[in-house]
Every structure is written in C-alpha cells, then in structure tokens.
C-alpha cells in the first residue's frame, strides 16, 4: 500500500523518525530543535519549525511529500507561499527542487521502522467497528482516559456550529434558539427534524401570550404539527383543540407543518410524538424564561425538577388521538430529562459561555456531564466489551465522539489511541 502524506506528517510531528545522524541529500547535518506546527490549511504542511543545518540555525516552513517531484506536480515552484521552506522532507528523492526564486532547498529522506506503517495499514484495513478492536489489550487504560478531556470538549465544539447557526437565525435570541433545540431534542432522532420545524412554525411569542391556558397552548401545538388535519372526525378533546386552533390559526395567520412528517412506525407508545408535542406543551406553560432558569441552576438535580413535567390528563389513557389505552400517567421520565441535559442543555451553556466569555457556563456543562449517569447503547456497549468502564455521560459522550469522529473515518492518526496503537514497538533512538 502506497504510504500517504498525511501519514509521514504523523512520523515527522510525533518524532518517530530515526533521531541519529539526520542529513540532508547533500551531507548536511541535521538537528530538529522544533518540528513545527502541523498546518490544516492552504500552503506548507509545518509552520514554525526550527532547525540547525550543519551550524546554520533556521527558522520557517516544513513540507512534505512522499515524492521529491510532487514538489513540481502541486505547482508549489510558482507558489510565494513555499518561499520559506527551509526543509523537504521526503519519501524517495526522485527530483532536486528548487524554491520559486530558484534557490534550491535542502532535502531529508525521512526513515522509520517499516512496522510503523504497518501497524497502520493494519488499522485501514479493519472490518470491525472499532479498527483497534484487536490490539485494543496493548492500551494504556490511563493514557486512554487522559484522552477523554479533549474528545469532550471536541463534542461540544463540533455542536457549536449548529447553534450559533440557530442564533443567527434568532436575531441572536437564546430563549428562541434554546426552544428550537429542546424540541429537536424531544423527537429524538425519530422525528428531530419534525419537532424542529413545529419549533420554527410555532415562535415562543405565541406560546406565551397564552401559557396560562394549557389548552390553548395544546391546540397551538397539535395544530401547527399538522396533527389535527390527519383526521375529520374524533372525540370530545381532539374536537375541542381543532376548534380551538381555528381560532387561533386566523388569529395569528399561523402556517402548520405537513402532519404525515410524523414517524409512529416501529416506536415504543411512550415515545409516540402526540405524546412527546404534548409534554413540551406542558412545560412550555410552566416557565416562561427556561435557558435563563438553566443558567442559574447550580446541579443536574435542580434540572429534573424543572423538567419534571407530565402531558395533561387526557394522555393518562391515550398515545395517540382517539385511542384509548389503560391509565398511565405520561411524565417525562428521568432518562428523557438526561438526554436533554446532554444533548441540548450542556452544549447550550457551553456555546454561551464561549460566546460571552464566561468560562464558568463552560465548566458548569462539563462538570454536570461528569455527575451524569453513564448512557447505555450500541456505541457504548461496544466499548464495554473491550474492557472501557464509562464513569459518567462525560465518558459516554467522548467515547461516542472517538467512534464517530475516528473510528468510523478511520481517523486514526489523529486519534491517542490510535497514536499508541502505530507506535507499539520501540523507535528508533
């Protein structure tokens, strides 16, 4: 297998090149005294590296390819950008190259133990989920967890996107964008995107001129999802809401989403989304600022009591519209309240405190995830089989982040466990 760029960048970043006698093509000594910093973007793969050539020290850019000539086929001979390259290093020297004014650039063939390389084709090539999966016993459990600080952060960075997004599209309203969110939230993965549409075609402003009267906050709901046109007939209370919203509808000039958005197939009763619309309407009622009482909350336990809400009585005997099941009051549930406390509200008081400088919103997110229960599902089963024991949604969360940012994309030359995985023999002094 041909060995790609991104892998040398990994070899000369994590210095597990040969440390003696370093020359370059022409005998030059060489000494690293900084690698550089790995460039993501447009011009040289190192920025910022420092080295002493013979008894010369320089300071500049570091590329590298795994030809000498792909110098010449990345056009990097009339690109200014490359002019402060101080060093090509290189797989095979097939080409003497020469910066865009002409001076030529000291080249080093770079050398590493073959087994590096090996052990990450090895990686490429897995079939199971997880590539590391059989060498999973040579990692340092210690080392691993160290790790999961940053996957976290990562995790809640990777969400910051979508917010701000939301924001933008609020005229930076957090209450707003937090009810877009925590509606997302309440249709799971399931109806997501449907939850989400009610939330924008359903403004908090509506909500709360009439949050005193849940029935009318119920009809606004039902109505703008669509649910209330499924059916031309039913009984008293769905009657009831589809006039209601009559009212309502001409009133506010509201516009619905298509009803038939609504997933029931294959999901338990209590995650049916009538049920879910109907619990986000009682709890809409209840409070008027919910982002506002989040930030002041001081524990995940005052949460569960702000979130402790049930849909109103007629859904203590229905799932759905005019079908009757026995009596069963329909809370929300506490692990209902955990997925929100994961998945809307500990990125939210991330985001703002990132936003507005207030670093003790962003470790208030990551202290209540690490006194959050461990989440259970096929992800984290998978890591449990191999020996992870997850403390805390903090841990199930960064594991979650590793599957699906490294593992999956086999990412794993970015990934610390990856990292000791290819380097598990001795480099080279």
């Not at 989920?129 to 952060?153: A, K, T």
């Not at 969400?159 to 969110?181: C, H, M, P, R």
Request: proline fraction near 4%.
């Amino acid at each position: 297998m041909e060995t790609s760029e991104d892998f040398l960048h990994f070899v000369w970043g994590q210095k597990l090149y040969s440390l003696t006698d370093l020359k370059t093509t022409s005998g030059e000594y060489i000494t690293v005294l900084e690698p550089g910093n790995l460039n993501r973007d447009a011009g040289p793969d190192f920025f910022n590296a420092r080295l002493k050539i013979d008894n010369t020290i320089w300071a500049g850019n570091i590329e590298i390819h795994q030809n000498a000539s792909d110098w010449y086929k990345h056009h990097h001979h009339t690109n200014d950008a490359y002019g402060n390259v101080i060093l090509h290093i290189v797989k095979k020297n097939d080409q003497i190259v020469y910066r865009p004014n002409g001076d030529p650039i000291p080249t080093m063939i770079i050398k590493y133990p073959s087994r590096l390389e090996e052990n990450y084709h090895d990686l490429l090539a897995a079939r199971s989920r997880i590539p590391c999966e059989s060498r999973f016993h040579e990692i340092d459990p210690f080392l691993m967890r160290i790790g999961f600080n940053r996957l976290m952060v990562e995790r809640l960075a990777d969400k910051t996107t979508g917010i701000v997004a939301g924001l933008s599209y609020n005229n930076n309203d957090w209450e707003e964008t937090f009810y877009q969110f925590l509606a997302r939230n309440f249709g799971f993965k399931i109806n997501s995107v449907p939850f989400e549409l009610l939330a924008k075609a359903l403004p908090l402003k509506y909500i709360r001129k009439h949050r005193t009267q849940l029935k009318q906050v119920e009809s606004l709901f039902f109505g703008q999802s669509g649910l209330l046109h499924e059916e031309l007939l039913g009984d008293d209370y769905f009657i009831d809401l589809r006039n209601e919203y009559g009212f309502l509808y001409k009133k506010y000039q509201l516009k619905p989403i298509e009803g038939h958005l609504w997933k029931f197939l294959r999901l338990r009763p209590v995650n049916f989304p009538t049920l879910r619309i109907a619990q986000l309407a009682g709890l809409m009622c209840r409070q008027e600022e919910l982002f506002s009482l989040i930030m002041e909350a001081d524990s995940p336990e005052e949460l569960y009591t702000l979130f402790d809400v049930r849909a109103s009585e007629y859904w203590d005997t229905h799932y759905r519209f005019n079908y009757s099941s026995r009596t069963k009051i329909k809370s929300l549930g506490k692990e209902a309240i955990q997925n929100i406390m994961i998945n809307t509200i500990a990125p939210f008081l991330f985001v703002y405190g990132e936003r507005n400088g207030k670093e003790q919103m962003k470790d208030k997110a990551l202290e209540w995830l690490d006194k959050l229960q461990p989440e259970d599902n096929t992800i984290i089963r998978q890591w449990i089989s191999l020996g992870v024991e997850p403390r805390s949604a903090f841990d199930t969360q960064s594991l979650i982040q590793l599957q699906t940012q490294y593992c999956q994309c086999r990412n794993c030359l970015k990934c610390h466990i990856g990292y000791q995985v290819i380097r598990h023999i001795e480099p080279y002094d």
